[in-house]
């Protein structure tokens, strides 16, 4: 099993004809086990507050989900929107090795011949989720393909990036005394972009669901402390060398 310590979750998307919310609503039971973990953080679009512009919210978690869950029957096929925008972006993303794109074939329909036809599709061959003996079977076997994706991505995220732990240096002269310029040194993390990122995201996810699980405000905070950490010695270095320049310009 996959260490989730330092995992950041992955975030999942579901794309679904609403004829399909029932459907949709027991796989994300059956995803679970992972969301406990804190491998995956699941986004639908009836995570959509009232009062709120749905296609931006909609084309935002587009844009940032790492892998997008087409749950296809003949309404899916039948519905411009998912069909026409939402498919069609995430095949972008996914032909461009941005996302992963995972069929989920939910009832028999005439689905080989699409775009996504040539993605290996869940439950296994392609079977509908419907023509299973129970749907929980077939959801059961739904989550195990997901996961294996799931812990794919995460150990891939792992190998490509440097340890956090490990860190690029900044050297910033200031001044001392008289002529003399001492060196400082910030160490700052290599992967501090994508832990920005992913502190907007959360801003992004807070502020469209009162309902966020505590975890992820957890998570915020903890990240928040860090960068507290990493950039108040350089905010102070940049001060010192404004102080400097200041004092050498009169």
């Known amino acids: 099993m996959l260490a989730t310590t330092h995992t950041t979750p992955i975030e999942i998307f579901f794309s679904y004809s609403h004829r399909d919310e029932r459907m949709r609503s027991r796989l994300e039971a059956h995803l679970s086990s992972l969301k406990r973990e804190r491998l995956i953080l699941g986004w639908h679009d009836r995570k959509i507050k009232p009062g709120t512009e749905w296609k931006g919210q909609i084309d935002s978690h587009l844009d940032s989900s790492r892998i997008i869950l087409l749950l296809i029957s003949a309404d899916f096929l039948a519905s411009d929107y998912c069909y026409d925008v939402e ?6 993303r996914h032909d461009a090795g941005e996302a992963r794109v995972i069929p989920i074939i939910l009832r028999p329909c005439d689905w080989p011949w699409s775009r996504f036809g040539k993605l290996q599709a869940l439950p ?127």
């Open 87 to 92: 498919m069609d972006r995430a095949m972008a």
């Open 124 to 250: 296994r061959d392609g079977k509908p989720v419907s023509d299973w003996s129970t749907h929980d079977q077939a959801f059961n076997e739904v989550a195990r393909g997901i996961r294996r994706v799931v812990e794919e991505l995460a150990k891939a995220s792992e190998s490509a990036a440097p340890s956090l732990l490990k860190s690029e240096t900044i050297l910033n002269p200031v001044t001392a005394t008289g002529d003399n310029v001492v060196t400082e040194q910030i160490q700052i993390p290599v992967r501090i972009k994508e832990k920005l990122q992913r502190m907007r995201m959360l801003n992004a996810i807070f502020k469209t669901d009162e309902d966020a699980e505590e975890d992820l405000f957890a998570e915020y905070r903890d990240m928040l402390e860090e960068m507290v950490e990493v950039f108040l010695p350089l905010v102070n270095l940049l001060v010192k060398g404004w102080a400097f320049d200041s004092e050498f310009e009169h």
